[in-house]
Nanobody
């Protein structure tokens, strides 16, 4: 069993930065893929960024060049550095861990990010 706890959300002005962090409990963190998703009101949840257990990253086109995902296996954390934030980045951000091909996945409770002047 894995538990995920997100932190770092909040209110920021357009052009500003935030850093989200996801802390995982349980064992074998290093074998899980990790990702950040977001869901805006009235919209479907979408993948923002992911990092494989080997450190390969992938980003949604809308955040490329602005967001950076990273993981620290000894600390069991995955972070999302968000720069040049836009109002359209406003959403609840969720951390997810999963094991491809094993149908195993876990979600955090989400953290609100609001970009507004």
């Amino acid at each position: 069993q894995v538990q995920l706890v997100e932190s770092g959300g909040g209110l920021v002005q357009p052009g500003g930065s935030l850093r989200l962090s996801c802390a995982a409990s349980g064992s074998l963190f290093n074998i899980y893929y990790m990702g950040w998703y977001r869901q805006a009101p009235g919209k479907q949840r979408e993948l923002v960024a992911m990092i494989s257990n080997g450190g390969v990253t992938n980003y949604a086109d809308s955040v490329k060049g602005r967001f950076t995902i990273s993981r620290d296996n000894p600390k069991k954390t995955v972070d999302l550095q968000m720069n040049s934030l836009k109002p359209e980045d406003t959403a609840v951000y969720y951390c997810k861990s999963w094991r491809p091909y094993y149908n195993i996945e876990y979600w955090g409770q989400g953290t609100q990010v609001t970009v507004s002047s």
